[in-house]
Each structure stands twice: as structure tokens, then as C-alpha cells.
């Protein structure tokens, strides 16, 4: 009997310690993606909110392929579109994993991009006056008064992004790189069993609990006004 | 002594689209002065306080703060603003309250008064935390040095406001409607202070439609509607003996 649960124990240390490697992997395309797509969000929120006509409609329109196609049409697309627009015979080899990240990172400064705005679009044109009047230059007003402001008012909804890309970064199966949701999906044929699939659930759970932790832990620290 | 006039506006004339709102502005303010601004709304009250206060592009005349132009009119009817170095020099001689206060939410009613001393006048923070002391006493809210705006009354939080103004050393305050979004209880506090500032020859414009603060506390009184200035003069002149029939209407109307 003790033989039983030792094989078990044993089995589900292989597991978790298989699902933790592709994880690890998931949590790269995470971070990278964070990293890259929250910046680039800011400037193509700009771009949008910009008087000139010919950035508006440019940027507006990057909005709307990036967030109108499926994030997995665009991280396949990312990734053999080079290879068509060159002349035959040419090719180029992007490496899966940067052509993903690629993907990912604009995918998501688009989303970003339409939260900032909101943000930034919702506070008070008076704040913008009683900043000017006391002789505040723009850049100072911008960063002093509105984004601190923009930020409380933008943590739901970034927090929503973050957990949904946890949970999107198994969309890079398509181009075959080996996360979490790729390991669980193997070694559930290989084993002919659910678990792993249900281990990969657990795996993201937690991830997300931490996510969730740690915004609540920032709303609470920006929760000394209103 | 050449008394130049602390503000001077000539032929202010401002549009918003095919809105005619100021149709030829013209007048002075003289250091020391409290001047009340009133009239029916849509005359023009507002916008012109913003336009002088740079808030707002100015179409048509000239607008001068000490001798120094801001604005002007050229002979081409082209709308010459003064350099921006200059600009910001002028906009430092002047201080605007607002009717919905603008206070930053996210800074402490001291972080307010300090925050614009610090990086726009360049103060030693410790001046300029005593310097909002000072000014907290003044407007009798010392203990509330350390709240939030939202844990303010609106009076209170006006009356940070103007402290936020005054730390700043305008030469000349700006009010609009200053007392419109608070109940009669709170506007008086709010009145105190103003007069208060009075008393010290602080040059004041206060658009208002407070009359008996216009008749007590103001030195002159300008009555505008549509875009002019249709009467101007001392408060007991204007108030018990208006000359215009269209300051009559609208005074009849209050009282």
C-alpha cells in the first residue's frame, strides 16, 4: 500500500516538476510581454488622442486590427508574414519565441492603450487649469497631477489585462513553443489522463492568485484618498 | 509717479465657433483694487477671467499685466501673443480660484499649497511648508494641514484653494465664481476670507453673483451682459442708482 502512494507521490513530483518548467516559459512571455506592451501602450495612446488627423486615423486603425483579429492569427501571422512578403527563394528565420513575443507585445499595448486614454480622458479638464494657472509646465502637470491619478483610477482594469495575459500565454502552442498548456496537454495523452490538465488549471490559479494579491495590495496603498 | 494699472484689457473680443461670447472688452484694474464682476450667465464673466488668465486664445484686442503685454492685436487684426519665457513670468503674477475648487485629490491639503511652490517657484520645501502654514492659519484651517480634499466640506476645500492661490504671491487674484457650488453656510466663510484679503489691498476681480458681497466688499462694480460691459462704477452707484436699463432688469431680478 505505502509502495502505492510512493509511486504516486513520485508521479505527481514528475508532474508538477514538468508543468513547472513549461510555467516557467509561460512566466517569460509574461513578463516580456509586460514589459514591452505597457510602454508602447502609453505612446500609442497618444498617438490616438492626437489632434493631428493622419497619426489619429493610423494609430485608431492599429487599434482596431490588433484588437479586432484573434491573438493567435496574429502571433501565426507575426511569424510567417516575413516569409511571404520577401522575394521567393529568400528566407528568414525569426526565432518562434521572439516572433510571439512580438505578437504579444502589440496585441497588448493596443488594450493598454484604450485604458490609458480612458483614464487619462476621464479626469477633470479642472485639474488641467488649476495646474496651469499655478504655472505648472505641461510635462510637470502630466506627471504630478494626471498620472498619479490616471493610475488609481486605471488598476481594475489593468489588473483584468495582466490575469487574462497569464492566461493567454497558452496561445503560443500554435507556433509550438512548450509552456505550461502545451506540457499539460502531453503528458495527458501520454498518461491517458485529465490530471495534468487539471494540475495546469491549478498552476494558473495560483499564478493569478499572486497576480491578484499583488494589485490588491497596490489599490490598498492608493486608497489613502478619493 | 507713473501709475500704470496692474491690468489692463482692451477690445476683448473672444468667439467659440459662431458663439460671439466677448464683443470688445475694455477695462482697468488698479493695484489694490476689488473689483466685482457681475451679470446674468452667458455674459461673458467667465470666459473673460480664463482668457486673461491664459485658459482660454483670445480673438481680437489687447491684454496687458503691469505694463508687460500678453496679448495684442496687430494691425493686420492678427492675435500676437507675448513670448512663452514671458508668458510664464505673467502667469506667475496672477492666481485664479475656481468655482469647482480644482484641488488635487491624490496631494494633502499641505502638499497642495507646497507641491506648485516647490516646482514652479523653485522654493526651499521647508519655506515652503512654512509659507503654507501661514497661509492654512490665515484661512483658519491649520488643523486640517494633513487631510485629504475629499475629507473637506466645499468651503473648506475653497478656502484651501485660495491658500493654494496666495502661496503662489499673484499680483493680482482671480475668483470665478467663487462661492456658486456651496450652500449659503459655507459661501460665508468663503466670503470672510476673500474679505479678509480685502482689507490687506490684495488686487482682486471676483466674478460673483453674491450682491450684497459685490456692494460691501467691492471697491467697483462692472456689470456685464452679452459679451460687453454694459455699466461700471462704485457699489452704491451701481447698486441704488443704476443708470442702464438692462443693469436695472438684472438687478431688479435679484432683489
Given amino acids: 500500500m505505502l509502495e502505492n502512494i510512493d509511486n504516486i507521490l513520485q508521479d505527481l513530483f514528475r508532474l508538477f516538476r514538468l508543468l513547472g518548467i513549461g510555467a516557467l516559459t509561460s512566466l517569460k512571455i509574461f513578463f516580456l510581454t509586460l514589459i514591452f506592451s505597457m510602454p508602447l501602450g502609453l505612446a500609442v495612446a497618444f498617438g490616438r488622442m492626437s489632434k493631428n488627423k493622419l497619426i489619429n486615423s493610423i494609430v485608431r486603425f492599429f487599434i482596431l486590427v490588433m484588437r479586432g483579429t484573434p491573438l493567435i492569427l496574429q502571433i501565426m501571422f507575426i511569424y510567417y508574414a516575413p516569409s511571404f512578403m520577401l522575394p521567393e527563394g529568400m528566407k528568414i528565420n525569426i526565432d518562434r519565441f521572439v516572433a510571439a513575443i512580438i505578437a504579444f507585445s502589440l496585441n497588448y499595448s493596443a488594450y493598454f492603450a484604450e485604458i490609458y486614454r480612458g483614464g487619462i480622458e476621464s479626469i477633470s479638464q479642472g485639474q488641467y487649469e488649476a495646474a496651469a494657472v499655478l504655472g505648472f509646465t505641461k510635462v510637470q502637470t502630466f506627471f504630478k ?9 486605471i488598476l481594475p482594469s ?38 495534468p490538465l487539471f494540475v495546469a488549471g491549478l498552476f494558473y490559479l495560483f499564478m493569478n492568485s499572486i497576480v491578484t494579491k499583488i494589485f490588491d495590495k497596490i489599490e490598498k496603498k492608493l486608497s489613502y484618498y478619493r | 509717479m507713473d501709475n500704470i494699472p496692474m491690468l489692463e484689457v482692451r477690445g476683448l473680443c473672444k468667439n467659440f465657433e459662431t458663439n460671439e461670447v466677448l464683443s470688445g472688452v475694455s477695462f482697468n484694474i488698479e493695484k489694490g483694487e476689488v473689483v466685482a464682476v457681475i451679470g446674468p450667465s452667458g455674459s461673458g464673466k467667465s470666459t473673460m477671467l480664463r482668457c486673461i488668465n491664459l485658459l482660454e486664445r483670445i480673438d481680437g484686442g489687447s491684454i496687458s499685466i503691469a505694463g508687460d503685454m500678453m496679448v495684442h492685436t496687430n494691425n493686420n487684426k492678427k492675435v500676437v501673443y507675448a513670448q512663452k519665457s514671458q508668458l510664464r513670468k505673467i502667469r506667475l503674477r ?23 511652490q516647490i516646482h514652479v517657484a523653485k522654493k526651499d520645501p521647508r519655506n515652503a511648508a512654512e509659507t503654507a502654514n501661514e497661509l492654512l492659519k490665515k484661512v483658519g484651517l ?65 466674478v460673483t453673483h453674491e450682491m450684497g458681497f459685490a456692494r460691501d466688499v467691492a471697491d467697483r462694480v462692472i456689470f456685464m451682459d452679452k459679451g460687453l460691459i454694459v455699466e461700471e462704477g462704485k457699489p452704491a452707484n451701481i447698486f441704488s442708482n443704476p443708470q442702464n436699463g438692462r443693469t436695472k432688469a438684472f438687478l431688479k431680478s435679484i432683489f
Fill in chain 1, 145 to 153: 497631477i494626471i498620472v498619479p491619478q490616471v493610475i488609481k483610477r
Fill in chain 1, 158 to 195: 489593468i489588473s483584468n489585462e495582466v490575469i487574462t495575459l497569464v492566461k493567454d500565454t497558452a496561445l503560443v502552442t500554435t507556433l509550438g513553443i512548450s509552456e505550461l498548456y502545451r506540457a499539460a496537454k502531453n503528458e495527458a495523452a501520454r498518461v491517458f489522463s485529465t490530471v
Fill in chain 2, 142 to 206: 491649520s488643523d486640517k494641514a494633513d487631510a485629504y480634499p475629499y475629507q473637506l466640506s466645499g468651503g473648506q476645500c475653497q478656502r484651501v484653494a485660495i491658500a493654494r492661490a496666495l502661496a503662489m504671491n499673484p499680483d493680482i487674484l482671480f475668483f470665478d465664481e467663487p462661492t456658486s457650488a456651496l450652500d449659503p453656510e459655507l459661501t460665508a466663510e468663503v466670503l470672510k476670507v476673500i474679505q479678509d484679503l480685502a482689507a490687506e489691498h490684495m488686487t482682486m476681480v471676483v
Fill in chain 2, 94 to 116: 496672477l492666481g485664479m480660484v475656481f468655482q469647482s475648487f480644482n484641488l488635487f485629490p491624490h496631494f494633502s491639503v499641505t502638499q497642495n499649497i507646497t507641491e506648485a
